[in-house]
């Protein structure tokens, strides 16, 4: 069964990770379509990687190679759909506010699916909504969210919501790190889109 808006929140990720990154100040280290090594070295997508970078030529042919490989294209996809789209329950909260949905699976991948939750349970908190701020997706954040959606602007304003928090929290990296300083034209536009 196709997952209601992965794809669109796929492509839209995406745009935000670009294809390569090995930037030295990035505590993720290389990244290929947002799949940081550091934290996913046991990635399959990473052998494909790894076998186009053999190829003789600069950074920008690697990249080419890179975005035009339909086995690593493939890989992405079933990597982002196992690891963040079905366990932060954005195919469930897709029925109810697929902007909604498409946000928190970017929150996920950026910052986490345990903090991206834990921002989405607290402004459901926010809302009045009893809803334990753990960072674990079940019944009780859908249920939730799906109250808060019913009320007229509800799921603009849970997105609002979640846009706002996911800038606090990187404004708080900022604070606490401020190499991360580099990152803040970035990051903000981010929480913003």
């Known amino acids: 069964m196709k997952a209601p808006g992965f794809e669109a929140a ?3 990720t995406l745009e935000w990770e670009g ?3 090995r930037d030295d100040r990035d505590p993720g280290g290389e990244t290929v379509f947002g799949v940081a090594r550091k934290r996913w070295g046991g990635w ?3 052998a494909i990687v790894d076998e186009l970078a053999k190829v003789r ?3 920008l042919a690697l990249v080419e190679r890179l975005r035009k490989s339909e086995a690593l294209r493939r ?3 079933l990597f982002y759909r196992a690891s963040f789209w079905l366990p932060l329950g954005c ?3 897709a029925a109810v506010a697929p902007d909604l949905a498409g946000k928190l699976f970017a929150a996920g991948v950026n910052l986490g699916s345990d903090r991206a939750l834990e921002l989405l349970q607290a402004v459901l908190a926010g809302y009045g909504r009893e809803v334990a701020v753990d960072g674990v997706f079940g019944p009780v954040t859908l249920a939730a969210a799906r ?3 019913s009320d007229p602007g509800g799921a603009e304003g849970l997105l609002a919501g979640l846009r706002a928090a996911c800038r606090a929290y990187y404004a708080g990296l900022m604070r606490g ?5 580099v990152y803040r034209r970035g990051w903000f536009r981010r929480a913003a889109a």
Do not use: A, F, M, Q
């Open 147 to 149: 109250s808060v959606c």
């Open 57 to 59: 030529g600069d950074g």
């Open 44 to 46: 399959v997508g990473w």
């Open 10 to 12: 796929l492509e839209r």
């Open 19 to 21: 294809v390569y990154s």
């Open 91 to 93: 195919e469930d909260l």
């Open 177 to 181: 790190n401020p190499r991360l300083e």
């Open 75 to 77: 890989e992405v996809e």
